[in-house]
């Protein structure tokens, strides 16, 4: 079993940035997929980033590109999101998640870490 422990988020105004970071323990941190969500009020839970276990291939949402970043320190056991130019529709809670090897879909979760943009 993996535990994911987000942090980083905040309040920030339109064009600032922000840095989440997202810490695993337990099972082996390296062979896994990564991912950032996102889930605003009202709105269903959406794929922002997500990075290979090697970190060598990245997916960004469209909405995204250009303004976020997804990184991971193996070493750490630490995944991180570079947020810059935030727009108040990217206010939302962003989650962690993490996919086995082989695996179809994100099987542990976060808790969630809310971040607020304000215009």
């Known amino acids: 079993q993996v535990q994911l422990v987000e942090s980083g988020g905040g309040l920030v105004q339109a064009g600032g940035s922000l840095r989440l970071s997202c810490v695993v323990s337990g099972r082996t941190y390296d062979t896994y997929t990564m991912g950032w969500f996102r889930q605003a009020p009202g709105k269903e839970r959406e794929s922002v980033a997500t990075i290979s276990w090697s970190g060598g291939s990245t997916y960004y949402a469209d909405s995204v590109k250009g303004r976020f970043t997804i990184s991971r320190d193996n070493a750490k056991k630490t995944v991180y999101l570079h947020m810059n130019s935030l727009k108040p529709e990217d206010t939302s809670v962003y989650f962690c998640?993490?996919?086995?090897?082989?695996?179809?879909?994100?099987?542990?979760w976060g808790q969630g870490t809310q971040v607020t943009v304000s215009s």
């Open positions: 998640a993490s996919r086995r090897l082989g695996a179809a879909e994100f099987g542990s």
